[in-house]
């Protein structure tokens, strides 16, 4: 049989692989093991796709706070985005539903299944194609615990600028240097070190326009492209 993992899913894989490329991966998934073979779970390839695939609509990520990425606060974060793709989302012995049919919608209550989830949060996307396949980048504000900016690794070139993850709300002199970057890409922004929203826009439009994930967050990749007119 063949399958594969529904697009929306891959991209928030990236999106969260940019932003913590040290992260650990022990508890990430996607296709089932034998154990969810013999139950219904969204980990098996049960959608099949009109170009002959059958189609996993679910991932797990790994919750590693020490590398900057607690799983209860991305879910949490995509819980609050309201994204439509979402079918529901586990962590923390807690599951919340993107529509409300016995359920509330977007209210998190008590998960009832054997496994607690407190070492990986749980995505399930809706089954239909338009949102499963659908690519457009998640707009999450994932923050690092206690707002810490966490190191990337050191870069290569020595005209770089010192590597932070920096997001909505993050301040200080990184920010002030991404400021200054951006402002030689064409950005017209006051030199204040707060990644307010009009840092944000401006971010976006630079990763739009350098064709990366327009997410708003400064990782490895954004600072790779702006330094490459520093």
């Not at 969204?42 to 170009?51: A, E």
């Not at 974060?77 to 977007?106: E, F, H, P």
């Not at 204040?192 to 439009?205: E, L, M, Q, Y």
Request: one cysteine or more; charged letters at 20%.
């Amino acid at each position: 049989m063949t399958w594969r993992v529904a697009k929306s899913l891959d991209v928030l894989l990236h999106q969260i692989n940019d932003q913590y490329p040290g992260r650990d991966k022990s508890s990430d998934g996607s296709i089932g093991d034998a154990s969810h073979q013999t139950r219904d779970s969204d980990h098996n390839p049960w959608i099949q796709d009109p170009d002959g695939s059958s189609v996993v609509s679910a991932r797990d990520f790994t919750n590693d706070p020490a590398h900057g990425l607690s799983s209860q606060k991305l879910a949490e974060a995509l819980v609050a985005s309201r994204d439509a793709r979402i079918k529901y989302v586990i962590s923390n012995r807690q599951i919340c539903s993107g529509t409300g049919q016995k359920q509330q919608a977007w209210a998190w209550r008590k998960y009832a299944g054997s496994n607690p989830h407190d070492h990986h949060c749980h995505l399930s996307v809706k089954e239909d194609k338009a949102h499963y396949d659908d690519t457009r980048p998640w707009l999450l504000n994932v923050a690092p615990p206690d707002n810490k900016v966490v190191p990337l690794p050191t870069p290569t070139s020595t005209n770089k600028p010192s590597l932070v993850v920096l997001h909505l709300g993050s301040t200080g002199p990184d920010v002030t240097q991404l400021q200054i970057l951006l402002n030689k890409h064409g950005a017209t922004l006051d030199l204040d070190g707060n990644f307010g929203p009009v840092t944000r826009v401006a971010v976006i439009s630079f990763q739009r326009a350098q064709k990366l994930v327009p997410d708003g967050i400064v990782g490895r990749y954004t600072w790779d492209a702006l330094a490459g007119k520093a």
